[in-house]
């Protein structure tokens, strides 16, 4: 018997690229990627509408009816902070700067934003259904992306998509879920470098008796244009582009010992940090994060946490003329879906 009410054990978020910009991939296989996230309240229409409110045409009402006109469709996707597998990571950076991955598995994708020109966005189509009603966002590229670890849980990440256009469809995908790998924020590190650590397995100062968590957070710059395209049909943006500069904050949160005190000093503020972030499991999956920072500041004896005293160091993403951030995601993905 059909599936008749939605339900949360029917949802799920399928990911295909595409092979252009404005035309959707289609969901009616198994292709594409079953993402390892919750679909419940992702998804925002974007829909503008003008109310034709305070009109002078003489009636008591606020509005008249069939007055109201559509100015703008920007869906959005949002997914919240949550446990992220190593099989979804890879397609967010992949959509900012169309990754090829290398290695025989676990496969190595490597983010590597440039300096001084902006980077191939590759767009994915969403599909997402709660087993009754199924829709399409197509054009999708990521404008947010925030990623953090504790001791006490698994790598987290949340994200923000920005869309061309959502569309109900008979598709019914039949994308099967692969085996998930997490990984375990005790296995995260930092590392201090006096340059900036151009490699995954880069050398430097390792600190990993004092860092209790850290959280990364990334503005590609990316987002859809909404242009005057003189379509009547297509209200929606006239492509994607990157329009904002690359912009990121880490955070790290550290105990309070002598070692910390000397390697993220109050005197560090305004200063450059090259940092690394770190975390690779015994068959060598894992995600790596390597930052050019300006100490924005440097929270002393700021908080506390079952009775130990932590520092908060807070680092923006600068450039050192070559460099701002490098991410490698070593994931089972052996290729872009």
């Not at 191939?120 to 590229?141: A, E, H, N, P, R």
Request: aromatic letters at 8%; proline letters at 4%; one cysteine or more.
């Amino acid at each position: 018997m059909a599936v008749t009410l939605g339900a949360k054990s029917f949802t799920k978020v399928v990911a295909k690229s595409e092979a252009a910009y404005g035309t959707p991939a289609t969901f009616a296989d198994a292709n594409g990627e079953l993402l390892h996230t919750d679909v419940v309240g992702i998804i925002d229409a974007g829909v503008v509408v003008d109310l034709a409110d305070d009109k002078s045409v003489g009636i008591r009402p606020r509005r008249v009816a069939a007055s109201a006109t559509v100015t703008a469709k920007a869906p959005v996707v949002t997914f919240g902070e949550a446990p992220v597998s190593l099989r979804t990571l890879p397609i967010l950076f992949d959509a900012l700067s169309t990754i090829t991955p290398t290695g025989a598995g676990p496969y190595a994708w490597a983010y590597a934003p440039s300096q001084t020109d902006v980077d191939t966005l590759k767009t994915y189509s969403l599909y997402l259904t709660d087993g009754v009603q199924k829709f399409i966002v197509d054009g999708c590229v990521p404008t947010e992306i925030s990623l953090s670890a504790d001791q006490s849980g698994l790598l987290q990440m949340g994200s923000t998509w920005a869309g061309r256009a959502l569309s109900t469809t008979a598709n019914t995908s039949t994308a099967a879920f692969s085996t998930q790998y997490f990984i375990p924020g005790r296995l995260f590190g930092l590392k201090t470098h006096s340059s900036f650590i151009t490699a995954k397995t880069g050398t430097g100062t390792s600190y990993s008796t004092y860092i209790t968590n850290w959280n990364l957070s990334l503005s590609p710059g990316a987002a859809p244009l909404q242009v005057l395209n003189g379509d009547t049909a297509n209200v929606n943006a006239g492509g994607v582009a990157y329009t904002g500069a690359l912009d990121g904050t880490l955070e790290l949160t550290i105990a309070s010992n002598s070692s910390a005190t000397t390697s993220f000093p109050v005197g560090d503020i305004g200063t450059t940090k090259f940092v690394q972030v770190q975390g690779i499991d015994a068959s060598g999956y894992g995600f790596t994060a390597n930052v050019c920072g300006v100490v924005e500041n440097v929270s002393v004896i700021g908080s506390e946490s079952d009775g130990l005293i932590l520092n908060t160091v807070t680092l923006q993403l600068a450039s050192n003329g070559t460099n701002s951030i490098l991410c490698f995601i070593d994931s089972p993905l052996s290729t872009r879906p």
